[in-house]
T-cell receptor
Framework: KAGVTQTPRYLIKTRGQQVTLSCSPI?????VSWYQQTPGQGLQFLFE???????NKGNFPGRFSGRQFSNSRSEMNVSTLELGDSALYLC?????????????FGPGTRLTVL | AQTVTQSQPEMSVQEAETVTLSCTYD???????LFWYKQPPSRQMILVIR??????QNATENRFSVNFQKAAKSFSLKISDSQLGDAAMYFC??????????FGTGTRLQVFP
């Protein structure tokens, strides 16, 4: 079974631009979560989507948004990029039921904002 | 709000020896899950071991075991017979509903031959 894939793997943008990151979950997984990883703040939860609906949201400004498609693939968008948005963005997929569900992580997209 | 604390930024161990990584957490919930994740350099984060709070028995996965002390809100990871491939960042994580993980700041483990 293919793992979680994220595209692109690396991205360089300048301040003020916007960016879209993509995540394809494991087949059969309906939940996709996004995390931001930085040396200063560590791993922080951004949001979680299940069946095309945002089910949970972390404490990030409105510049960070996401969506999920009917095939469970998810995208996250960051508008008006700031230097502090430079980070590794990880997505994780799971079955999404309320029983225990292991989250499987993708390799991440490393975003550099200049 | 729930928090997870890893007080050891770095640890080192010699090959074949045993090392214990510490984690404490704060929650007012009685049902929750705790995890240890491993993130090797430039590689994907993988689940090492999990513990359900309602289970008193400590989880074990081959060379990895945990010491779960619910009253003390402590969840340490013991790695026995350490191998070079164990070198990585280790993150302790908490979740109430399995959808939103709260991570600690991580412990970098170095393994020396």
């Amino acid at each position: 079974k293919a793992g979680v894939t994220q595209t692109p793997r690396y991205l360089i943008k300048t301040r003020g631009q916007q960016v879209t990151l993509s995540c394809s979950p494991i087949s059969g997984h309906r939940s996709v979560s996004w995390y931001q990883q930085t040396p200063g703040q560590g791993l922080q939860f951004l949001f979680e989507y299940f069946s095309e609906t945002q089910r949970n949201k972390g404490n990030f400004p409105g510049r960070f948004s996401g969506r999920q498609f009917s095939n469970s693939r998810s995208e996250m968008n960051v508008s008006t990029l700031e230097l502090g948005d430079s980070a590794l963005y990880l997505c994780a997929s799971s079955r999404g039921t309320r029983a225990y569900n292991e989250q499987f992580f993708g390799p991440g997209t490393r975003l550099t904002v200049l | 709000a729930q928090t997870v604390t890893q007080s050891q930024p770095e640890m080192s161990v010699q090959e074949a020896e045993t090392v214990t990584l510490s984690c404490t957490y704060d929650t007012s919930e009685s049902d929750y899950y705790l995890f240890w994740y491993k993130q090797p350099p430039s590689r994907q984060m993988i689940l090492v071991i999990r513990q359900e709070a309602y289970k008193q028995q400590n989880a074990t996965e081959n060379r990895f075991s945990v010491n779960f002390q619910k009253a003390a809100k402590s969840f340490s990871l013991k790695i026995s017979d350490s191998q070079l491939g164990d070198a990585a960042m280790y993150f302790c994580a908490y979740t109430r509903n399995t959808d939103k993980l709260i991570f600690g700041t991580g412990t970098r483990l170095q393994v020396f031959p």
